[in-house]
């Protein structure tokens, strides 16, 4: 696992470049260009896993699901900032990419220390220093562990369908 840190106001475009708006729609597509004017390496090295920490107001800008799509999509563990911008932290959400508002932990953090989240506890290790953070709602766990808001939705309809005794 590595830790991708980077700082204050990193918008939707430094995330995924607005010139791929409507180039590029997939998450295979997508995945090339990350980070790429921010931090060209990133989508060459980025693996399963990882986390990224920012500071305050991260994803500001505009409202394209691609950046979230993106970080799903290449197993971003989780987004670990002192803060998010609003259209981006609900398109989290809805894409069950895993975002902590955690400000100690990200001013905590030096290059090449260990990291462990433990989101049902609502804390982050940081090499030898514990960071809590208020634990995520039931509903966006349950969205998250789903795999999005989509398959949670379609698990949920689907239950309601089995209560009901339909089979479709």
Known sequence: ??????????????LF????????????????????DLDPAFAGQVQAGDIIFAGKNFGCGS????????????CIAAVVAESFARSFYRAA???GLLL????????????????????EEGKITV???VHHFPPLPAEIVAIRDAGG???YTRMKLQKRREGHGQTK
């Open 93 to 95: 959400i809805n894409q």
């Open 1 to 14: 696992m590595k830790i991708w840190k980077y700082g204050d106001d990193i918008n939707t475009d430094m």
């Open 100 to 119: 902590i508002e955690c400000p100690g932990a990200v001013h905590g953090y030096k290059e090449g220390a260990d990291v462990e989240i433990h989101v």
């Open 127 to 129: 090499g030898q220093d």
């Open 149 to 151: 808001l989509l398959p």
């Open 17 to 36: 470049p607005g010139k791929y708006t409507y180039t590029c729609s997939t998450p295979e597509e997508i995945k090339p260009h990350l980070l790429e």
């Open 63 to 74: 409202a394209r699901e691609q950046p979230v799509v993106g970080l799903k999509a290449v």
